[in-house]
């Protein structure tokens, strides 16, 4: 572990959390079981971004619901696990199957469930409001909270890094709106 910025730099998979992170962590239940939550645009442009450039972009979440899985999918966000209780079993079988090296993965989460995520990674960040527990335990802490810019803030960081950010904005759109689908 060395300096954050050289190693952000060699960031090869973004990990993310969605309440509290992607969401503020607010959640509106609905009567058919699926929940409506608010996610920040600027947040979401980065996603697709990342994953339009190449990215790795993965979403592990306790959080369920057809409109949470519907973001995704227009984000552009093919590897995603939902209703998840077992993260760290779900995130060693992903670096497993893409060959990611953890030291390597960027965490974000705000949380007690998050914790051990964040231990098994080499760059655990988190929002700015999350738990104080999660802030002791990361390497970065954003100054946006979650659902208010703080995945865009590190994404934003580590493609500037690399030299990839604002490289080319052509077909950062919805992937429901790509005509190559």
Same mark, same amino acid.
Request: proline residues 4%.
């Given at each position: 572990?060395?300096?954050?910025?050289?190693?952000?730099?060699? !960031?090869?998979?973004?990990?993310?959390?969605?309440?509290?992170?992607?969401?503020?962590?607010?959640? *509106?239940?609905?009567?058919? $079981?699926?929940?409506?939550?608010?996610?920040?645009?600027?947040?979401?442009?980065?996603?697709?971004?990342?994953?339009?450039?190449?990215?790795?972009?993965?979403?592990? !979440?306790?959080?369920?619901?057809?409109?949470?899985?519907?973001?995704?999918? *227009?984000? $552009?966000?093919?590897?995603?696990?939902?209703?998840?209780?077992?993260?760290?079993?779900?995130?060693?079988?992903?670096?497993?199957?893409?060959?990611?090296?953890?030291?390597?993965?960027?965490?974000?989460?705000?949380?007690?469930?998050?914790?051990?995520?964040?231990?098994?990674?080499?760059?655990?960040?988190? %929002?700015?409001?999350?738990?104080?527990?999660?802030?002791?335990?990361?390497?970065?802490?954003?100054?946006?909270?979650?659902?208010?810019?703080?995945?865009?803030?590190?994404?934003?960081?580590?493609?500037?890094?690399?030299?990839?950010?604002?490289?080319?904005?052509?077909?950062? !759109? %919805?992937?429901?709106?790509?005509?190559?689908?």
């Amino acid at each position: 572990m060395g300096n954050f910025k050289e190693d952000i730099a060699l !960031t090869e998979a973004f990990v993310f959390d969605v309440d509290g992170v992607m969401t503020d962590g607010s959640i *509106m239940p609905l009567p058919g $079981g699926d929940f409506l939550r608010r996610y920040n645009a600027k947040d979401g442009y980065a996603l697709a971004y990342a994953v339009r450039q190449g990215y790795r972009v993965c979403v592990i !979440t306790g959080g369920h619901g057809a409109t949470l899985e519907r973001r995704l999918q *227009m984000l $552009g966000v093919k590897d995603f696990y939902m209703d998840c209780m077992d993260k760290i079993a779900v995130m060693r079988s992903y670096f497993e199957r893409e060959g990611i090296d953890p030291a390597h993965v960027i965490y974000m989460g705000d949380d007690i469930p998050d914790l051990e995520c964040m231990r098994m990674v080499g760059i655990p960040v988190c %929002p700015a409001d999350a738990a104080s527990e999660v802030i002791e335990a990361a390497r970065y802490v954003s100054e946006f909270k979650g659902g208010r810019g703080a995945v865009r803030d590190i994404i934003e960081q580590v493609l500037r890094a690399r030299g990839d950010w604002a490289r080319s904005s052509i077909g950062v !759109t %919805p992937a429901s709106m790509d005509p190559q689908r």
